[in-house]
């Protein structure tokens, strides 16, 4: 049992097959087949109600697909009990939009609460273990304040502190820069640099800002809300220059023709 839920070690940590997505008798996407390498920081884009959070919630767990599959090395995710899907998660990190902290606890609680729930550390190595992570994400220091206590863009790295108190092979964002200023988005995209060179962490994000989409995107798929399926996948950069659907480069280059 416990090497179903080993974190992947082949080459495409993730694999989707032939996957639909779909709310009762609503197809969102259709036939989405397409890998994520080890090590990737994977953007899932397209325009707005196309689906990516749907895909990404499918991904994580959260809701069952129509049909066809995603693998994580050789586990066929939904085709697992759900006991062993619980456990391959606690090798998956996930940052919400708001970064969705619990307001009653401190911010070095909240970080603590994925140890207390999955490991059997002492209370000393917990608190040792989140004040490690806080420092990670620049927040050494921050642990005893309350989320309301400190910004839109730091509780976006209190998030990430947690996300990552499990040491993840996965990392999994939803929207990271929505609601950050410039400068506050362009320091997370360099710690989601930084955090994938240290942890070898492989990294799928949704996100619309195409400022982060180039800088540190390696490869993505584009989602077309009226085919509803995937149009185009590769190098972010790369679509934009060359990609032959001008749909894709319409979007990636803000509306502007050739
Ligand atoms: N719980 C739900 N029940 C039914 N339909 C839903 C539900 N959640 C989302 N949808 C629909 O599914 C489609 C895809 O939504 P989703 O949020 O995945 O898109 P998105 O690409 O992430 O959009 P955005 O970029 O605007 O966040 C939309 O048409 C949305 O209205």
């Known amino acids: ?9 082949n080459e495409f940590p993730i694999r989707v097959e032939n996957l639909t997505l779909a709310y009762g008798e609503t197809v969102i996407q259709r036939d989405l087949t397409f890998s994520i390498a080890r090590g990737a920081i994977f953007v899932v884009m397209g325009g707005s109600g196309c689906g990516k959070s749907t895909l990404l919630r499918h ?9 066809g599959r995603i693998f994580y090395g050789a586990l066929s995710f939904w085709e697992a009990d759900e006991q062993t899907r619980k456990r391959f998660l606690r090798h998956c990190g996930i940052l919400y939009q708001s970064g969705a902290l619990w307001s009653s606890l401190t911010v070095a609680e909240n970080v603590e609460l994925p140890l207390r729930e999955y ?9 040792d273990l989140a004040q490690f992570k806080l420092a990670l994400v ?41 609601g950050l200023d410039p400068l506050s988005a362009r320091r997370l995209d360099d710690l ?9 962490a492989t990294v799928v994000m949704v996100t619309h ?40 480069r319409r979007f990636l280059r803000r509306g502007a023709e050739e």
Do not use: W
């Open 1 to 9: 049992m416990s090497s179903v839920a080993a974190p992947p070690k």
């Open 59 to 67: 991904l994580v767990g959260l809701q069952k697909p129509a049909s």
């Open 119 to 127: 490991t059997r550390l002492s209370d000393k190595e917990i608190r």
């Open 138 to 178: 620049g927040l050494a220091g921050f642990g005893n304040h309350y989320p309301a206590e400190i910004s839109g863009g730091m509780r976006k790295r209190a998030g990430l502190a947690r996300a990552l108190a499990l040491d993840p092979d996965i990392l999994f964002f939803d929207e990271p820069s929505a």
């Open 192 to 200: 989601i640099l930084e955090l994938r060179e240290s942890l070898g």
């Open 209 to 248: 800002e195409l400022a982060s989409i180039f800088a540190i995107g390696t490869d993505s798929v584009f989602l077309d809300a009226e085919s509803r399926t995937l149009i185009a996948r590769g190098n972010p950069v790369n679509l934009r220059d060359e990609c032959p659907d001008p749909r894709v």
